[in-house]
Structure formats: structure tokens, C-alpha cells
């Protein structure tokens, strides 16, 4: 009876979500551009990133060394400037597709088979990069155009899940946003982008606090949200 006492609360902690807060340093991230598109100048201060984006696309690419099961992620972040798109039909399109802000999750599985000769440099840079095999990726985007919830599949790959997340005010002019999955996600990395290069948009945005917590290492996949 005393060693199942003695048990539980070593149990009940085993249980309960791990928050990481990912260091935000130039040294950690592999900066990925596009061929023939101009890309984003990123700088890295104090534990924060900036985004200058000028008719630019590129992202920052972390890859992790375990796959980690992320329930739930928190940031914060600020934008000034001018974001060209008016709204959600708009931003299903290839010409509407940018974004203040993208923290994306790649998601573990075996991906599609093409041909090492057929992908863009880009392509073949991520795969390099990470340490485990992709199939997918689920982008968290602020001030979208879309209600915060929904989701909506990229114009550029079936791929690629979008889900507008919302943004709270915080006391220094900052955003908060908080998000949890129903399911965990099966993560091999992220991936960090703010990008005006289909809308002819010139801004500047900012990211610091970025934290995943995981959860229960049996939960699936699937891009559910937690109502």
C-alpha cells in the first residue's frame, strides 16, 4: 500500500505537459531561401527575431533532435507596416498568400517519392537539414484573414494545413497567442517565416517567447483544435 502511495505523485508528474521555450539565436536556425525570390532580412536581438519583408519570402528552419509530440504553443509578437490582402478568399490564392507571421510545425511521416533531381534546392536544403523524415506541416498564423479556428489548405500544397490563430494585447504593445491541438502533433522541427512576395507588401514583424509544451507521447496526429 505505502509503494503505490509513494508511486502516484511520481506518476501524476511523468504525466504532465514539459513547456521548452526555443532559444531564439542565429546560431540555432538555418536561414532557407527561394531561388529568384528576394528574401527576408532577419536579424536575431536579445532573444527576439525580426522580420523585414520587402516584396521578400525565406524562413528560418530549426530542426529538432528528437520528434517531439507538441500539444500546445505560445508566442508573442508585433507588425507594423502594410500586409496586401483583404480577405479569406483572397488569402486562399497564390497571389494572397502571405503572412505577418508563420510558425510553422513540420510534422513527422515519409513523404511524398520525387525524384532528388526534380526538387527545388530549397527542398533539398530542408531535407538535409532535419534529422527525421516529413510529411506535412501545420502553419499558426496571427491576424490572418480567416477566423481565428479555421483552417485552410495552402494554394501551394495539399501539404500544408493554415489554422488563423487569435492574438491577445499585451501591457507593451506586444501580442500574445496561445494555441493547443486536440491531438498532439508529431514535430521534427519549425519553422519560422513572415513573408510579402505575393502581395507586394513591405512591413517589419517581430517575434520573442516562442514556447511548445508536449503532451502525451500516444496522442495522433491529426490538425484538430482544442475548442
Not at 8 to 16: A, D, F, I
Not at 141 to 148: C, E, L
Not at 203 to 210: A, E, G, I, V
Amino acid at each position: 500500500m505505502h509503494k503505490r502511495i509513494l508511486c502516484l505523485p511520481l506518476l501524476l508528474v511523468m504525466s504532465q505537459p514539459s513547456a521548452e521555450q526555443i532559444v531564439l539565436e542565429k546560431d540555432r536556425f538555418e536561414h532557407v531561401h527561394f531561388r529568384r525570390i528576394q528574401p527576408t532580412i532577419v536579424d536575431f536581438d536579445k532573444e527576439t527575431v525580426a522580420f523585414e519583408v520587402n516584396d521578400s519570402s525565406s524562413f528560418l528552419l530549426l530542426a529538432f533532435d528528437s520528434i517531439k509530440a507538441v500539444q500546445k504553443v505560445s508566442f508573442e509578437w508585433q507588425a507594423d507596416g502594410v500586409l496586401n490582402k483583404h480577405s479569406a478568399a483572397e488569402e486562399r490564392t497564390r497571389q494572397g498568400d502571405d503572412a505577418w507571421l508563420r510558425i510553422g510545425l513540420i510534422i513527422s511521416g515519409e513523404p511524398e517519392q520525387v525524384p532528388l533531381a526534380l526538387l527545388p534546392r530549397w527542398m533539398k536544403q530542408v531535407r538535409d537539414t532535419l534529422k527525421f523524415a516529413s510529411s506535412k506541416m501545420i502553419y499558426l498564423i496571427p491576424d490572418a484573414q480567416h477566423a481565428p479556428g479555421e483552417i485552410w489548405s495552402s494554394p501551394f500544397s495539399s501539404a500544408i494545413d493554415m489554422i488563423s490563430v487569435p492574438s491577445q494585447p499585451t501591457h507593451d504593445d506586444w501580442k500574445q497567442v496561445s494555441f493547443t491541438f486536440s491531438d498532439a502533433q508529431q514535430t521534427v522541427g519549425l519553422w519560422l517565416m513572415a513573408d510579402g512576395d505575393n502581395t507586394n507588401s513591405q512591413f517589419r514583424s517581430r517575434l520573442r517567447n516562442l514556447v511548445i509544451e508536449r503532451g502525451h507521447s500516444g496522442s495522433t496526429g491529426n490538425t484538430t483544435l482544442c475548442r
